[in-house]
């Protein structure tokens, strides 16, 4: 937990004992699961920011049938062959499903996300990561704490160029022209389509870009699952949500762009 920072005055924390300390005599516990709350209550958005454990619930039912796995093995690939280094933090990583398949190939990860519920459920996935309560808009690490920043269709913000060694590198995780078209088609009178997420980032140049498309056939209560999981959730009734996954589809296409970003002020 050596490269977390005071949320409030941006001094480094340093453990003592059970808590994390700031010279600043800022204190922040550190929870039985093993993670940090690193989210003061001013600088939260609402009362319970993030997903709630419902939603954590569906998404780590079904990320663990594997059917993201096509992801994680190209996800692997390019680790190897952009040289991904050191340490590692996945903004926005919810259940730490990613996080954690990450960690396989890079030593010393960190994972943050808003989501108390969420960070819980990653402690309980791989107890090796240090975890923590936080937002993406003010990351609580040090300057130049980290060789690679993921962020795996999840939110971002311009403090992730803080927060990277000046050799760092961004690794964008963002759904591609037809992602989840059939599962979109029963569900809105008038579809649209993904537009490539912006490769134009201040700081940073596109030193990669490989997109990974594969089909899955999903059960009706992976559908369920996926619709539970997606931003659509927000976009439609419960009731309609319902009906359109009522009935099983045959195919269901998975199509993301993989980005690999280099620092560059």
Not at 82 to 99: E, I, K, N, Q, S
Not at 239 to 258: G, L, N, P
Request: proline share 5%; hydrophobic share 35%.
């Amino acid at each position: 937990m050596k490269l977390f920072a005071c949320p409030i005055c941006k001094n480094p924390l340093l453990r003592f004992d059970g808590s994390l300390k700031c010279r600043g005599n800022h204190s922040y516990d550190i929870a039985r699961e093993g993670y940090v709350n690193l989210l003061p209550a001013q600088y939260r958005r609402s009362r319970r920011p993030g997903d709630n454990a419902d939603m954590v619930a569906t998404r780590t039912q079904f990320l663990n049938k594997g059917h993201y796995l096509p992801l994680v093995k190209s996800l692997h690939k390019i680790i190897i062959e952009t040289r991904l280094g050191a340490p590692l933090v996945d903004l926005g990583c919810g259940d730490g499903y990613f996080t954690s398949a990450l960690a396989e190939h890079i030593p010393d990860v960190y994972g943050v996300d808003v989501s108390k519920p969420a960070i819980k459920a990653a402690c309980k996935r791989e107890k090796s990561i240090n975890w923590a309560v936080g937002t993406v808009s003010r990351l609580p690490f040090i300057d130049g704490a980290f060789g690679t920043a993921t962020t795996l269709m999840a939110p971002m913000s311009q403090d992730v160029s803080r927060v990277l060694l000046p050799t760092g590198k961004l690794c964008r995780v963002t759904p591609a022209t037809n992602h989840l078209s059939e599962l979109k088609q029963t569900m809105y009178r008038e579809v649209q389509e993904h537009r490539r997420a912006n490769t134009s980032l201040a700081h940073f140049v596109l030193i990669r870009s490989t997109r990974v498309t594969f089909g899955k056939e999903l059960s009706i209560e992976d559908q369920k699952d996926l619709v539970g999981m997606t931003p659509m959730r927000y976009r439609i009734s419960k009731s309609h949500a319902k009906d359109a996954c009522a009935t099983k589809m045959t195919h269901v296409t998975f199509d993301f762009w993989i980005d690999v970003f280099e620092k560059h002020d």
